[in-house]
């Protein structure tokens, strides 16, 4: 008979851990690769941050890939915001740091919804801008 290396019970001779603790050492691995795809979602609303988890995760992972695609969005909307306040302050520069001021705001704003979904394991759509669709 052989025990357990963890706690010491009593176990078949052909494994190392008992049930329980293989499960507690699953459950625990499992938590980190829950913990490693939140980051890589929340890189999704960092800028062009976004291109690490589309290139390195796994196409079928709907929440990160949901992830994603509001960060690409997000992406377009502020570079969008950016440009039209670049060329309105040539024009109108109050309008246009108005613009650029305004656009700050709502894109940190995001960031920050966007974040706290992805804390809360929640597949939310951002508002505004949330509904399109870039990648599937
Ligand atoms: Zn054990």
């Known amino acids: 008979m052989k025990y357990c290396n963890n706690c010491g019970k009593e176990i078949p001779d052909d494994q190392k851990l008992c049930e329980e603790c293989k499960k507690a050492k699953n459950e625990k691995i499992n938590n980190e690769i829950n913990k490693n795809i939140n980051l890589l979602a929340i890189l999704a609303y960092l800028g062009l941050l976004f291109i690490v988890p589309l290139v390195v995760c796994d196409k079928n992972n709907k929440f990160v890939r949901f992830h994603v695609n509001q960060g690409i969005v997000l992406f377009i ?33 995001f960031v920050i919804v966007g974040v706290v979904n992805v804390c809360k394991e929640e597949t939310k759509p951002l508002p505004i801008i949330g509904k399109i669709n870039i990648i599937k």
Do not use: D, K, R, W
């Open 77 to 109: 909307f502020s570079l969008v915001f950016n440009l039209l306040s670049v060329v309105v302050f040539f024009i109108l520069p109050i309008i246009g740091y108005i613009i650029g001021a305004v656009e700050s705001i709502f894109t940190l704003a």
